[in-house]
C-alpha cells in the first residue's frame, strides 16, 4: 500500500488573517489582566468602607452601586461609536 503525505501549506488568505487573530487575543489576555486591578480597588474600597460604616448592607451596597454606574457609563461612552441608539443622552 502507498501511502501519500499530505502537507498543510497555509493559503495567503490564512496567512494574511494570522496578524489579525493574534492582536484579538493580545486584547483579549489585556482586558483579563486589566480586571483583577479593578478588583483589587474594589477591595480596597469595600475595606475602607466597613472601616467607616462596618459590615453592613449600606457599605456593601455603595460599592455595588458604583461599580454598576461604571459599567453602565463605560457602556454608554463606548456606544457612541455603534450605529443606532445605543443609551439615551
Known amino acids: 500500500m502507498a501511502t501519500t503525505a499530505v502537507t498543510s501549506a497555509a493559503t495567503p488568505a490564512a496567512r494574511a488573517d494570522r496578524p ?3 492582536a484579538s487575543w493580545a486584547y483579549y489576555l489585556l482586558f ?3 480586571g483583577f486591578p479593578a478588583l ?8 475602607s468602607l466597613f472601616t467607616l460604616f462596618g459590615a453592613n448592607v449600606e457599605s456593601v451596597t455603595i460599592i455595588v452601586t458604583v461599580f ?11 456606544a457612541d ?3 443606532g441608539p445605543a ?3
Open 40 to 47: 483589587l480597588y474594589q477591595i480596597i474600597w469595600q475595606r
Open 68 to 78: 454598576m454606574l461604571g459599567l453602565g457609563w463605560a457602556a454608554c461612552s463606548g
Open 20 to 22: 489579525a487573530r493574534q
Open 32 to 34: 483579563f489582566i486589566s
Open 87 to 89: 443609551c439615551a443622552s
Open 81 to 83: 461609536s455603534l450605529p
